[in-house]
């Protein structure tokens, strides 16, 4: 997905470097980073643009991105990671 | 002359690390399983981390020792010194003394090998081989691979693969060090191999970077994983800090009015605040501010103060408003009120109110860190422009209410290898992107009756 503010640059507290909107929108793969609002809302109207640009099914999916506190979100990738491919 | 440094002798280092869980007026909840809902067992987490780190993550004794052995890598540029910031002092034309305690004199330039090196020791006691880790722009990554040179243990770290590309130098750094350095995604773990498949030209991110390293150590015998912030016995060994500057303070018969920090997962704001924040739970007056960006906040007030997945998670009503009405609101979680991203406890003292958090704009950032180069000489991480704001504001809050006050902060690392920053910054590339007010309040006054979390 394209939008007029991909070139923005802004400094990403997760990563400790400057990242453009346009990584933001695709940070997670398909999907935005789930910081994206907090990040950006400030700037422009961020809640518009992803109306605009994320189908009903990614919106869905976003919204339940997130990861929980940091050691939930451990164990579910220990978890993964123990499955089998 | 007039004194600027305040040093401790080797001998004078504090021999025990701080653990603000035993002073809490108010327990923590513990975390709990993602599938079983019940609370986190050390079970759980021995895939990844060895039985005596995941001790000291449960442990509410309050001292906690500090292996000899640990001591003696410290003892390679601790005690850090406390510096009187007299130009910048002059500078500000404020009734302040501002100290600082210098943690960019540690060899990878920042307070990151603080946790790193007993991370690597106690894996080392503890019979791992080996020891993986994630990384975003590198600070991590180098002060882990540097800490595991010391112990003998092979380091792998994924670096997200667009910092890897645009932050060349920690990763030449971490190979300096005898560490892998490996950009994220990749084809060495499945969760990266998936990532790839379906898009070959990802530039990674943290969160898949985290999948790797873990996935490293749990299908890899003797592999374990380091976690460089957040957790609770990262933030007990960042403790050193806050301990020595008060031992730097006393020396000087002094106390600080307002200490402060800059706050990103919490470790060096919690390493600098954790011992004064134990004062004042015991009755001393002591301002404790922790800064953080207004443009990605996870502390402070704005219309969207939480997370959007925490919002999506706990409140129905948000995320109609951010994603509109086709949405369907999940389960509402038992997590209750946190800050994503930020360590625990550091949240929890925030909601205590024994940590006030303050946000502020990248550009007034960058601004009080070329002041800062321009006084003080040392050219600040990014990160810690976040305090230097702050520092700037409360002296100019000093002023205005006409109160002499004594400010101590941590000064948490140097930008010698952030300088494209700075090269963003005085080329303009940094922009205030701020929305008109009006247009902010619109958005606050859309959400304010919603339910909060």
Same mark, same amino acid.
Not at chain 2, 54 to 77: C, F, G, H, M, N
Not at chain 2, 235 to 262: F, R
């Given at each position: 997905?394209?939008?007029?503010?991909?070139?923005?640059?802004?400094?990403?507290?997760?990563?400790?470097?400057?990242?453009? #909107?346009?990584?933001?929108?695709?940070?997670?793969?398909?999907?935005?980073?789930?910081?994206? =609002?907090?990040?950006? #809302?400030?700037? #422009?109207? =961020?809640?518009?643009?992803?109306?605009?640009?994320?189908?009903?099914?990614?919106?869905?999916? #976003?919204?339940?991105?997130?990861?929980?506190?940091? =050691?939930?979100?451990?164990?579910?990738?220990?978890?993964?990671?123990?499955?089998?491919? | 002359?007039?004194?600027?440094?305040?040093?401790?002798?080797?001998?004078?280092?504090?021999?025990?690390?701080?653990?603000?869980?035993?002073?809490?007026?108010?327990?923590?909840?513990?975390?709990?399983?993602?599938?079983?809902?019940?609370?986190?067992?050390?079970?759980? +987490?021995?895939?990844?981390?060895?039985?005596?780190?995941?001790?000291?993550?449960?442990?509410?004794?309050?001292?906690?020792?500090?292996?000899?052995?640990?001591?003696?890598?410290?003892? +390679?540029?601790?005690?850090?010194?406390?510096?009187?910031?007299?130009?910048?002092?002059?500078?500000?034309?404020?009734?302040?003394?501002?100290?600082?305690?210098?943690?960019?004199?540690?060899?990878?330039?920042?307070? @990151?090998?603080?946790?790193?090196?007993?991370?690597?020791y106690y894996n080392k006691v503890a019979g791992t081989k080996r020891?993986?880790?994630?990384?975003?722009?590198?600070?991590?990554?180098?002060? +882990?691979?540097?800490?595991?040179?010391?112990?003998?243990?092979?380091?792998?770290?994924?670096?997200?693969?667009?910092? !890897?590309?645009?932050?060349?130098?920690?990763?030449?750094?971490?190979?300096?060090?005898?560490?892998?350095?490996?950009?994220?995604?990749?084809?060495?773990?499945?969760?990266?191999r998936n990532v790839l498949a379906e898009h070959p030209d990802s530039?990674?991110?943290?969160?898949i970077a985290i999948s790797e390293a873990i996935e490293d150590a749990?299908?890899?015998?003797?592999?374990?994983?380091?976690?460089?912030?957040?957790?609770?016995?990262?933030?007990?060994?960042?403790?050193?800090?806050?301990?020595?500057? *008060?031992?730097?303070?006393?020396?000087?018969?002094?106390?600080?009015?307002?200490?402060?920090?800059?706050?990103?997962?919490?470790?060096?704001?919690?390493?600098?605040?954790?011992?004064?924040?134990?004062?004042?739970?015991?009755?001393?007056?002591?301002?404790?501010?922790?800064?953080?960006?207004?443009?990605?906040?996870?502390?402070?007030?704005?219309?969207?103060?939480?997370?959007?997945?925490?919002?999506? @998670?706990?409140?129905?009503?948000?995320?109609?408003?951010?994603?509109?009405?086709?949405?369907?609101?999940?389960?509402?979680?038992?997590?209750?009120?946190? !800050?994503?991203?930020?360590?625990?406890?550091?949240? *929890?003292?925030?909601?205590?109110?024994?940590?006030?958090?303050?946000?502020?704009?990248? +550009?007034?950032?960058?601004?009080?860190?070329?002041?800062?180069?321009?006084?003080?000489?040392?050219?600040?991480?990014?990160?810690?422009?976040?305090?230097?704001?702050?520092?700037?504001?409360?002296?100019?809050?000093?002023?205005?209410?006409? @109160?002499?006050?004594?400010?101590?902060?941590?000064?948490?690392?140097?930008?010698?290898?952030?300088?494209?920053?700075?090269?963003?910054?005085?080329?303009?590339?940094?922009?205030?992107?701020?929305?008109?007010?009006?247009?902010?309040?619109?958005?606050?006054?859309?959400? @304010?009756?919603?339910?909060?979390?």
């Amino acid at each position: 997905m394209k939008t007029e503010h991909d070139h923005k640059l802004i400094r990403c507290p997760k990563l400790g470097d400057e990242m453009t #909107f346009g990584y933001c929108l695709q940070e997670a793969g398909d999907l935005p980073c789930p910081r994206i =609002v907090s990040c950006w #809302f400030r700037a #422009f109207d =961020v809640a518009k643009v992803l109306e605009e640009h994320l189908t009903s099914e990614q919106r869905q999916r #976003f919204a339940l991105s997130a990861p929980g506190d940091k =050691v939930s979100s451990l164990i579910e990738i220990i978890e993964r990671a123990k499955k089998p491919s | 002359m007039e004194q600027v440094k305040i040093l401790l002798e080797d001998q004078e280092i504090p021999r025990q690390w701080y653990n603000v869980m035993a002073d809490l007026p108010t327990p923590m909840r513990p975390p709990l399983h993602p599938a079983t809902g019940q609370p986190v067992t050390p079970a759980d +987490l021995e895939a990844i981390f060895p039985m005596n780190i995941i001790e000291q993550e449960a442990s509410t004794q309050r001292w906690i020792d500090i292996p000899d052995e640990v001591l003696q890598k410290y003892l +390679l540029w601790r005690p850090s010194p406390l510096y009187r910031a007299r130009n910048f002092e002059k500078l500000l034309g404020c009734p302040v003394q501002i100290y600082y305690k210098h943690e960019g004199v540690s060899p990878a330039g920042s307070h @990151k090998p603080n946790a790193a090196i007993p991370m690597a020791y106690y894996n080392k006691v503890a019979g791992t081989k080996r020891i993986t880790t994630e990384t975003g722009a590198g600070q991590w990554g180098s002060a +882990l691979s540097m800490a595991c040179q010391m112990f003998g243990l092979p380091c792998r770290v994924y670096m997200v693969k667009v910092s !890897y590309e645009q932050k060349p130098y920690r990763r030449m750094m971490m190979n300096a060090w005898g560490a892998e350095c490996i950009p994220s995604p990749s084809t060495l773990t499945q969760a990266g191999r998936n990532v790839l498949a379906e898009h070959p030209d990802s530039p990674g991110s943290l969160g898949i970077a985290i999948s790797e390293a873990i996935e490293d150590a749990v299908t890899t015998p003797n592999t374990k994983y380091s976690l460089g912030s957040v957790l609770n016995h990262v933030l007990l060994y960042q403790s050193i800090i806050g301990l020595e500057a *008060h031992k730097q303070m006393q020396k000087l018969g002094l106390y600080p009015d307002v200490v402060m920090g800059c706050c990103g997962g919490g470790s060096n704001f919690a390493g600098v605040a954790t011992p004064f924040v134990c004062d004042k739970i015991h009755g001393k007056e002591v301002k404790i501010v922790g800064a953080e960006p207004t443009s990605c906040p996870s502390m402070t007030k704005g219309p969207f103060a939480y997370d959007f997945g925490d919002l999506a @998670k706990s409140t129905p009503l948000l995320p109609m408003y951010t994603l509109g009405h086709d949405y369907i609101p999940a389960p509402i979680h038992a997590g209750g009120l946190r !800050y994503h991203g930020m360590a625990p406890i550091v949240s *929890h003292l925030v909601r205590e109110k024994f940590i006030e958090p303050r946000a502020y704009d990248q +550009l007034k950032t960058f601004e009080a860190g070329v002041k800062w180069a321009r006084s003080e000489g040392f050219i600040p991480a990014p990160e810690t422009n976040h305090v230097l704001a702050a520092v700037v504001d409360e002296a100019m809050r000093a002023k205005e209410e006409g @109160k002499e006050k004594i400010i101590l902060f941590n000064w948490s690392g140097h930008g010698l290898v952030d300088l494209a920053a700075y090269d963003a910054y005085f080329a303009g590339k940094l922009q205030a992107y701020e929305l008109p007010d009006h247009e902010i309040e619109r958005a606050l006054n859309a959400i @304010k009756d919603f339910p909060k979390p």
